[in-house]
C-alpha cells in the first residue's frame, strides 16, 4: 500500500529522497544552513512517491524512480515545530542538468566519506547510511564536477 496522507500522528508529512551517484548522495542547504535530503511536502490528492517525484523536478531538475521506504520518524525542525519525515531510497533516470530551486541555498553532491563534516540530522544520515548499505547506485550526470 502506498501512503497518500498529507498528516501522520499529528504531524504534517514531509517525504524525502534518498539518491545516490556512484558513491555521492544529493543534498541541498536550507535556509537554516542545515544540509537536508530534498523532497517536500505532499498535496492532498498525491501518494508519497507521486509528491517526491514532484520535489526532486522542482528542487533539483532531476527525475527519478522512487524505490522503498527506507525510514519514517517525527522531527523537530525548529523548537516546538514538528514534521513526520518519510524518507524513500530513490534511483535517477534524467540527471542531466541538476539545478536548484529558489527553496534552497544550495545544492552538492557530497561523497559518503564525508558526510560526518556536514550539519546534517542524524536521521537523514541514517537513511544515507541504509541505502547506501543496500548496495543502491545511481548514474552519474553527464558533464557533472559536484
Not at 535517477?92 to 540530522?121: C, G, T
Request: charged share 25%; proline share 7%.
Amino acid at each position: 500500500m502506498v501512503p497518500s496522507a498529507t498528516r501522520k500522528n499529528g504531524y504534517p508529512v514531509s517525504v524525502k529522497g534518498v539518491v545516490l551517484f556512484g558513491q555521492r548522495v544529493l543534498l541541498l542547504r536550507n535556509d537554516r544552513d542545515d544540509w537536508e535530503l530534498p523532497g517536500g511536502r505532499p498535496d492532498i490528492a498525491e501518494t508519497w512517491p507521486q509528491a517526491l517525484v514532484r520535489e526532486l523536478q522542482e528542487e533539483a531538475n532531476l527525475g527519478v524512480v522512487v524505490g522503498p521506504l527506507i525510514d519514517e520518524w517525527p522531527y523537530e525542525v525548529l523548537p516546538g515545530r514538528f514534521v513526520w519525515i518519510a524518507a524513500y531510497g530513490c534511483r535517477p533516470i534524467s540527471a542531466d542538468a541538476l539545478r536548484i530551486s529558489a527553496e534552497h541555498r544550495d545544492l552538492k553532491l557530497f561523497d559518503l566519506a564525508v558526510l560526518d563534516s556536514l550539519r546534517l540530522y542524524d536521521g537523514y544520515r541514517a537513511s544515507i547510511d541504509r541505502w547506501a548499505a543496500a548496495g543502491r547506485d545511481g548514474l552519474l550526470p553527464s558533464g557533472s564536477s559536484r
